[in-house]
């Protein structure tokens, strides 16, 4: 079997308290067409998303691009960094800018929530601990192979002791409220790539894998989330197993008692002469994946989510959600999906 050309395991992906009676007379009466207020202030739209190398990055700012048309756009790499949420706001209101939609491209709407709530003006009380990059991280692949905690590659700092004040912005800001996990739309895609893979299913077994949480309650809900996406999967054919898995990644034993599973599903069906196919929930690329499954046979493609236009509208969405309920003015045409001609 092969991916793309590439043997199996050969693949390489390139990789204030804002809302306040202040913000609802500032909007002013709002009508269905989401009419600029009296103020004419205007809208913006900042993107927080995980980051990695050129090629990661690149495929995020790719698929914002359409909503460029429409309004400000700025991208903050990071998991709630205040080093990179600082500029990018900043050029927000170099742009006129004053009410900001924060669409946050992660998989689960509470990773990384309540710090981003900080950060932003949002809350007053930091959260019990800040997580920070200590710096560039290495190549996943290598670093799975290392054994290495990764959770050590970044730093738990303790807020009390160590305190980081929120950015500096006069600017209205709200945050979406759902993560990638929670949109039927977004589950398409996962049934796109199956498509793209399968050859018989009758003879096939589907595992989509995903990042996962070290909290048990929030990882069941990852779990619970993507199975029922999942089942969308059925559509494609009569597989012999459609199974979501979290790997827990950044959490060195309960990524064990993960793996343990994952080996005992990837034996069950190759026993039995099942192939496995393996797509990722990932914003992007396969992750880590080909270097946790050495030594496995299986067939996947490499791609997460995005390249998808799928994930452009989604974002869309998001923003709109948040115009809405802040009764904003709403830059977009009328709704109207950025995926369609």
């Known amino acids: 079997m092969a991916i793309s050309g590439h043997p199996i395991g050969k693949i390489t992906v390139k990789k204030r308290f804002v809302f306040s009676l202040l913000t609802v007379i500032l909007a002013g009466p709002v009508t269905a067409e989401f009419r600029e207020s009296d103020t004419g202030e205007k809208s913006g739209l900042l993107i927080m998303a995980h980051g990695g190398d050129e090629?990661?990055?690149?495929?995020?700012?790719?698929?914002?691009?359409?909503?460029?048309a429409s309004l400000p756009v700025e991208v903050a790499?990071?998991?709630?960094?205040?080093?990179?949420?600082?500029?990018?706001?900043?050029?927000?209101?170099?742009?006129?800018?004053?009410?900001?939609?924060?669409?946050?491209?992660?998989?689960?709407?509470?990773?990384?929530?309540?710090?981003?709530?900080?950060?932003?003006?949002?809350?007053?009380?930091?959260?019990?601990h800040f997580l920070l990059h200590g710096g560039p991280l290495p190549n996943e692949e290598e670093h799975y192979r290392s054994g290495v905690d990764p959770f050590s590659l970044v730093r738990l700092v303790n807020s009390q002791e160590q305190?980081?004040?929120?950015?500096?912005?006069?600017?209205?800001?709200?945050?979406?409220?759902?993560?990638?996990?929670?949109?039927?739309?977004?589950?398409?895609?996962?049934?796109?790539?199956?498509?793209s893979l399968s050859k018989n299913p009758l003879r096939e077994a589907i595992l989509v894998l995903a990042h996962g949480e070290g909290d048990d309650e929030l990882n069941q809900q990852w779990t619970e989330r993507i199975g029922r996406l999942v089942k969308g999967i059925e559509s494609v054919g009569?597989?012999?197993?459609?199974?979501?898995?979290?790997?827990?990644?950044?959490?060195?034993?309960?990524?064990?008692?993960?793996?343990?599973?994952?080996?005992h599903f990837f034996g069950r069906h190759q026993e039995a002469g099942v192939s496995v196919l393996v797509v990722p929930f990932r914003v992007f690329g396969f992750g880590p994946?080909?270097?946790?499954?050495?030594?496995?046979?299986?067939?996947?493609?490499?791609?997460?989510?995005?390249?998808?236009?799928?994930?452009?509208?989604?974002?869309?969405?998001?923003?709109?959600?948040?115009?809405?309920?802040?009764?904003?003015?709403?830059?977009?045409?009328?709704?109207?999906?950025?995926?369609?001609?």
């Open 55 to 68: 090629v990661w990055n690149a495929a995020v700012l790719e698929a914002i691009r359409p909503l460029r």
């Open 77 to 128: 790499f990071g998991m709630a960094d205040p080093h990179s949420l600082q500029p990018a706001v900043r050029r927000l209101e170099e742009q006129s800018v004053r009410r900001i939609a924060v669409v946050r491209l992660f998989v689960s709407a509470a990773s990384f929530r309540e710090q981003t709530e900080y950060f932003l003006g949002l809350r007053e009380a930091p959260p019990k």
């Open 163 to 195: 305190p980081i004040p929120p950015i500096e912005t006069d600017s209205l800001i709200d945050l979406n409220r759902e993560g990638l996990y929670d949109s039927d739309e977004i589950g398409q895609i996962l049934v796109e790539r199956v498509q």
């Open 289 to 341: 994946y080909r270097a946790v499954l050495e030594g496995l046979d299986y067939v996947a493609d490499g791609k997460g989510l995005l390249p998808h236009l799928a994930v452009t509208d989604w974002v869309r969405q998001q923003a709109e959600a948040i115009f809405q309920r802040n009764e904003w003015a709403n830059p977009f045409q009328s709704g109207d999906s950025v995926g369609q001609p």
């Open 238 to 263: 009569e597989f012999r197993e459609v199974r979501a898995e979290t790997l827990r990644e950044d959490w060195f034993r309960k990524r064990e008692e993960a793996m343990g599973r994952i080996r």
